[in-house]
């Protein structure tokens, strides 16, 4: 998977960085900032997609899709389809831009508009990404875990440098008898449950 990335993927992924690394040093305001997984925790999510039973993937906060060039690479490995959700207008044009650019259209899906309301039309699920806002990570777990099949992975990003945060949802998936969860301290911090 990693050692023959397609040229066009590898050039939106430096193009996307090379912004969040800018926006990161020069103020941008946080909203309009991609707010981007580091390329380890691509590969880590990507081993874990192409890893899952049968069934969908799904990743909740596509930003520019720079996550989503990581798992759409998964995707392409296992014949998986990958539906991503993305609220913010700008965000959305970005994401079809990079979509687009990397020809990923075939395995990436982009569903538009609020997640915790679209995610009811889906079941199936193989693994899910969740990266949005740290507000709604609880809601996403509550509809997330039953949908997930058995075996099914679900990954949340910023379980440790949004601890104080995100603590109500890691307490929750390590007491809940439906997974098996654990803290994987790559990136930001990864809470990984399995599907039991
Ligand atoms: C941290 S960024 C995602 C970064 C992306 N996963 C990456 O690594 O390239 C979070 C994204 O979630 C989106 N978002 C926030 N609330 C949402 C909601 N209710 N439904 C869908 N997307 C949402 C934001 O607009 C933002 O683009």
Same mark, same amino acid.
């Given at each position: 998977?990693?050692? &023959?990335?397609? !040229? !066009?993927?590898? &050039? @939106?992924? !430096?193009?996307?960085?090379?912004? =969040?690394?800018?926006?990161?040093?020069?103020?941008?305001?946080?909203?309009? @900032?991609?707010?981007?997984?580091?390329?380890?925790?691509?590969?880590?999510?990507?081993?874990? /997609? %192409?890893?899952?039973?049968?069934?969908?993937?799904?990743?909740?906060?596509?930003?520019? $899709?720079?996550?989503?060039?990581?798992? $759409?690479?998964?995707?392409?490995?296992?014949?998986?389809? #990958? *539906?991503?959700?993305?609220?913010?207008?700008?965000?959305?044009? /970005?994401?079809?831009?990079?979509?687009? /650019?990397?020809? /990923?259209?075939?395995?990436?899906?982009?569903?538009? $508009?609020? %997640?915790?309301? &679209?995610? =009811?039309?889906?079941?199936?699920?193989?693994?899910?990404? #969740?990266?949005? !806002?740290?507000?709604? *990570?609880?809601?996403?777990?509550?509809?997330?875990?039953?949908?997930?099949?058995?075996?099914?992975?679900?990954?949340?990003?910023?379980?440790?440098?949004?601890?104080? %945060?995100?603590?109500?949802?890691?307490?929750?998936?390590? =007491?809940?008898?439906?997974?098996?969860?654990?803290?994987?301290?790559?990136?930001?911090?990864?809470?990984?449950? @399995?599907?039991?």
């Amino acid at each position: 998977m990693f050692n &023959n990335i397609p !040229e !066009e993927i590898l &050039n @939106r992924m !430096e193009y996307l960085f090379k912004i =969040d690394e800018e926006d990161r040093k020069d103020g941008t305001p946080r909203l309009q @900032r991609l707010r981007q997984i580091p390329p380890d925790t691509g590969k880590f999510i990507a081993l874990l /997609l %192409a890893s899952s039973p049968e069934g969908i993937a799904v990743e909740i906060g596509t930003s520019a $899709g720079y996550s989503t060039m990581w798992l $759409g690479i998964a995707c392409r490995e296992v014949e998986k389809k #990958l *539906y991503t959700f993305e609220l913010l207008e700008e965000k959305i044009k /970005l994401a079809e831009e990079t979509f687009s /650019l990397t020809k /990923l259209n075939d395995v990436v899906i982009l569903v538009k $508009g609020d %997640a915790l309301e &679209n995610i =009811d039309e889906f079941e199936n699920i193989s693994f899910c990404f #969740l990266d949005a !806002e740290k507000s709604m *990570y609880y809601r996403c777990y509550e509809k997330i875990i039953p949908k997930l099949v058995k075996g099914g992975i679900l990954v949340a990003d910023n379980a440790i440098n949004h601890y104080e %945060a995100l603590k109500p949802m890691i307490e929750m998936a390590m =007491d809940d008898d439906r997974v098996d969860s654990v803290v994987v301290p790559i990136g930001k911090g990864e809470l990984i449950c @399995r599907k039991r």
